[in-house]
T-cell receptor
Framework: RKEVEQDPGPFNVPEGATVAFNCTYS??????FFWYRQDCRKEPKLLMS???SGNEDGRFTAQLNRASQYISLLIRDSKLSDSATYLC?????????????FGTGTRLKVLA | EAQVTQNPRYLITVTGKKLTVTCSQN?????MSWYRQDPGLGLRQIYY???????DKGDVPEGYKVSRKEKRNFPLILESPSPNQTSLYFC???????????FGDGTRLSIL
């Protein structure tokens, strides 16, 4: 089993739709979680950190489910500019805290 | 302005000709890493550094070297490049182990 897994997509959604991505992780001791956005051939950019209690930033909501070992990203009222690849990142606990484990990304296309 | 600067941005070269990709950061971050990104494989860590003169192998270190003689710079060295090192490379920094990473703009290498 991969350490971090994401559905590669693509998710094709109309403008204004709500879309959700999940990312599962295998290490139950994992401590920190992030969502990044990557546009084609560009550098990944931090979208938001994921906190245990869940957090929201405008149209974006991130949640952590430790019992089932996944994090989620919800995008409401999708815009054309949301089209990108969304990468989840997990930092394991203990001796592996130097590692930054990326999922392979979920591709989102928002259609006019 | 916080910056991670990679050079060159693009390079086409031939097998066996040594090359260096530079990475410089102005954020005084302890942690620096190099990644390569290939289609279907996501971001894979090549090497990382937790501080000056402290470096260690990531998941795909073969064929690469790094050095960390000063905090701001973390060059990636390909002593004898081969075509399988054709890839998109990113340098990244973070303040400490569980913080988000900041990425450089990327370097696209083509080894013929």
């Amino acid at each position: 089993r991969k350490e971090v897994e994401q559905d590669p997509g693509p998710f094709n959604v109309p403008e204004g739709a709500t879309v959700a991505f999940n990312c599962t992780y295998s290490n139950s001791a994992s401590q920190s979680f992030f969502w990044y956005r990557q546009d084609c051939r560009k550098e990944p950019k931090l979208l938001m950190s994921v906190y245990s209690s869940g957090n929201e930033d405008g149209r974006f909501t991130a949640q952590l489910n430790r019992a089932s070992q996944y994090i989620s990203l919800l995008i409401r009222d999708s815009k054309l500019s949301d089209s990108a690849t969304y990468l989840c990142v997990v930092i394991p606990g203990g001796l592996g805290t130097y590692k930054y484990i990326f999922g392979t990304g979920t591709r989102l296309k928002v259609l006019a | 302005e916080a910056q991670v600067t990679q050079n060159p941005r693009y390079l086409i070269t031939v097998t066996g000709k040594k090359l260096t990709v530079t990475c410089s950061q102005n954020m005084n971050h302890e942690y620096m890493s190099w990644y390569r990104q290939d289609p279907g494989l996501g971001l894979r860590q090549i090497y990382y550094s937790m501080n000056v003169e402290v470096t260690d192998k990531g998941d795909v270190p073969e064929g690469y070297k790094v050095s960390r003689k000063e905090k701001r710079n973390f060059p990636l060295i390909l002593e004898s490049p081969s075509p399988n090192q054709t890839s998109l490379y990113f340098c990244a920094t973070r303040r400490d182990s569980n913080q988000p990473q900041h990425f450089g703009d990327g370097t696209r290498l083509s080894i013929l």
